[in-house]
């Protein structure tokens, strides 16, 4: 086989054998200064290959111990993936172990949020329609859920069904200040509820 | 003044000096190891009384290789420092680039050099070939020890408990190409009944099948059980282009899209399990398992569950530590706003699902996996299948890393993140090398029977050849089994015959890379999942050998080569290196010999297995149950905070 690439060799034409040669001349000469360079005599440079053969002995020995002991010492984790990391772990442990930490799940590390001035003005508006008083049931990063406990009032009845009523009023208040503002009818009293709740979303690409 | 320290600066101040002593630390003590055992053959033929010196000659006679790897090890530390790798892994690691290293100058210091010049090009490939190839054991190896050895973990996603006030609007999207009318019924039927409130959620089949009959029944299934039926007139741009389809059409209030494949139940908890992790906002997708219930279907069903626990149960979360995990097509979920921010899914692409990751990171999107699995489908149950999809998705992530290699060192992406979208494709090549260093031997086994000798020449490499490869052989499996372990396949047994498995893809993978790189255009190819009936030996046989053309010839050229070769050992003086080329090619033999022999157990343990789905009926006859009503509020909490 070796006989037929160097027929092979001699029949391409010139130039390519020759670049061939050179470069292969080339890191043949590039070795030869690099084992001149590395094994020069005992002392600081050891004889050539003893180096190599140092590290190589060393490292397939310490591989073999050091996996076995991990496969000693590691625990048989029979559930799925690593174990829930705990608040301290992931205190201070930002996604890519650089700059400030950012909190991943807001919820459940942000304190409560400031009231913000559309539900004040929602509270108020409510309070004159006579639909009761505003609940805050829960907020969360860019979400609040409100219950409007008389929203089935008198007033409320006439005309549209009751949360659509009510719906409307909140969707006019937050819209007011805040255009990006979504509300979302989550329960409705009138029909079949047990309250009239409501999703208020705000901040753009919060889902 | 606040003089307390944040964790980063205390990392900073404490943790990579720390680590770089370690790392300095597992440097000495593998040179230590080294130059004893070098040492052992003098010190057995010295006085007692010289032994502590000589033992202790690291300690007071520097050498220019003791400085390298100390401070090799001390880097590897500082860097490693962050991941919290227990000391074992780190000195694995430093003890493997010690051997990796130490292999290379050998052959580039004594062996090469003692060729003779007019056969160094044999050596010169050889070189090329394991350079290669120990790249990507040091590169894979990292995951491996990160996920086997790794002390704190600090993206592990917290519960979501469900909070009945928090409903975004979802869209469950299955792909449908042709699939069996059965195992799409099922899927939806699983769909349907999420415990979630029903107008929140949309079921969507994309059905992209090309018998019109088969269409037909299938929207009269979507109508029975409440789901969406949407067809298209062409099927451009394959299932990005279905799914993109479908995007393209769902309500505006739908915010999150997940997609599901044809053959998957999914748990009636998946979308109010999910669905909480998008509070944060800079989440793009978050990732669940892949998991299956056809595992007992055949010998390979058996060895592909296992292996795919390696990826996602080791490879999965420690990328997710870095923010760099990918979208895996099904059982996963993507904020609809970062679909329209990346422009949905390429449909230039085999495999879509990885690639929109890469842009959705490269845009500054995070992703997070929940390493909990909501749902379970099909995997190939036979060889031809898995040949398929591996096909398509060796293909498929070599044209990701080509077509995006740029975009992602251009992007705002962390160094971290970086590499890990690069690197994840490179296993890819892996076959190469293997072909490689296959090749290589059979020339040098063919010596003795075409009558040249390159033996004699490459002697030196030769016995190299069998300790060091075999010793990464070692590393890999103990790897391996330190990390299956930790997903839960516990016997050393299955850590050899996942080995097997992935031996027996490596020629499929080289083939796809290769058709992938020479700019090829590959359609997209569904893996098919209905297995058949068992064979009988003889069609087994046949089937096998028809499937594995390449590797069985391969393989068993190289079984033959080695036989000759011990033959001819057998009539004259013994000569190690003929022994050793021998061994190594009975090595290499078997890697190839998995594809035939895989492939044929496939066929004959294939058990076609039946499961109990739901009812149609009675989901049907009763409607969707709401499993979950809006009435969550309790009214006398109401009233009290009202009265407060």
Known sequence: MLRAIRSFLAEVPPIVSRFTRDLVSTAEGWLDDLAGALGPGDGLFLPAGKGASILILGGIAMVVISLSIALYVSPRATHKGPGRST????????????????????????????????LERLRETIAQKNLGEVVLLSERSGRRAVAIPACSGPEARQGAPTCDHAHKLIQAELRAVEPQGRVLAVSCKAQGGQACVFEIRTGGSIP | MNTRLNADDRHLSLGV?????????????????????????????????????????????????????????????????????????????????????????????????????????????????????????????????????????????????????????????VPIYNEPYEVVEQTVAHLVEQNY??????????????????????ARLCDRLGAHHVKRKSRQGFKAGALNNVISQLPEEVELVSIIDADYWVDPDYLRSIVGHFTDPDIGFVQTPQDYRNGEESFLTKQYKRAEAYFYHAIMPSRNEQNAIIFCGTMGMIRKSALEDVDGFAEDQVCEDAEISVRLAANGWDSLYVDESFGEGLMPSVFEAYKKQFHRWAFGNVRILF??????????????????????????????????????????????????????????????????????????????????????????????????????????????????ILGFNTPFVRTPKAPGGPLSRTRAALRSLRLTKIESAFGGALATVAFVNLYHIGMGPPQIGQIILSLWLLVYASFFLCAPLYAYLS???????????????????AGPPPAVTFEKVDPSQISQRSSR
Not at chain 2, 603 to 609: A, G, I, Q, V
């Open chain 2, 403 to 516: 077509s995006h290699a740029g975009t992602i060192l251009r992007s705002k992406m962390t160094v971290r993140q970086k590499f890990d979208y690069l690197a994840s494709s490179l296993h890819w090549f892996d076959g190469y090398f293997v072909v490689a260093i296959g090749a290589i031997l059979l020339y040098l086994g063919l010596g003795p029977i075409l009558g040249y000798d390159a033996v004699t020449h490459h002697q030196r490499e030769l016995v190299l050849l069998a300790l060091v490869p075999f010793a990464l052989l070692v590393d890999t499996i103990l790897r391996l089994h330190l990390v299956l372990r930790q997903a839960g396949a516990d016997r050393w047994r299955d850590t050899f015959l996942i080995q097997g498995m992935w031996f027996s893809i490596k020629v499929t993978n080289v083939i796809a890379v290769t058709k992938s």
């Open chain 2, 603 to 621: 066929y004959r343990t294939l058990s076609p297995m039946t499961y109990q789905g739901l009812s149609i009926d009675a989901i049907t006859g």
């Open chain 1, 87 to 118: 608040e301290s772990d992931r205190a201070g442990s930002g996604t890519n172990g650089t700059g400030e930490p950012r909190p991943r799940f807001s919820a459940a590390h942000a304190g409560p949020m400031p009231e913000p001035a559309w």
């Open chain 2, 197 to 218: 409130p029903e107008e929140r959620f949309h079921v969507i089949v994309a059905d992209d099948s090309t018998d019109e009959e088969s269409r037909q029944r299938m």
């Open chain 2, 17 to 173: 000096p720390l680590g770089a002593t370690i790392g300095a630390i597992c440097g000495f003590i593998t040179y230590w190891v080294g130059a004893g055992i070098i040492a052992t053959p003098d010190l057995a033929q010295t006085s007692a009384s010289v032994i502590p010196f000589e033992l202790s000659r690291p300690f007071h006679t520097v050498t220019a290789w003791e400085i390298v790897i100390v401070l090799t090890g001390a880097t590897i530390g500082g860097l490693v420092s962050r991941y919290k790798w227990q000391k074992v892994g780190l000195l694995s690691y430093v003890a493997l680039i010690s051997l990796t290293a130490g292999y290379i100058v050998y052959a580039l210091t004594v062996s090469i050099p003692r060729v003779a010049p007019g056969e160094r090009w044999l050596s010169f490939i050889l070189l090329g070939a394991e350079a290669g190839g120990l790249f990507l054991i040091v590169i894979f190896s990292f995951y491996s020890l990160d996920a086997a050895t790794r002390r704190r973990w600090t993206r592990v996603s917290s519960e979501q408990p469900w909070d009945p006030l928090l409903q975004p609007h979802v869209a469950l999207v």
